[in-house]
């Protein structure tokens, strides 16, 4: 799998321009300029930049001695299902 350090690489290596992933994400193109540039972005919006390019968010926990665990609902836009019927 090949590293990519920041989103700006990970968008240039999916051959995509600020405004084209812009137009797809409905907002400015100065506004994902700014995204590139942040250290530290709500998992939403990390979550729709990176669905913007067709891609899919994953979030694992790694402890030593233990094996990596998925976590799921951290930045989702709706909420589970089941906390929708409380």
Known sequence: MQDYLT????RKAKQLTQT???E???IRQATVAQME????LLLSTLRSYVEAMGG????SVEFPGH?????T???D???PAADRTK
């Open 24 to 26: 797809t994400l409905g």
């Open 67 to 71: 094996p990596a665990v998925q976590l």
């Open 77 to 79: 836009t709706e909420e």
């Open 20 to 22: 084209q992933l812009a």
């Open 73 to 75: 609902g951290l930045g």
């Open 56 to 59: 899919k968010l994953t979030l």
């Open 7 to 10: 989103l700006q690489e990970l």
């Open 37 to 40: 540039k942040r250290t530290d």
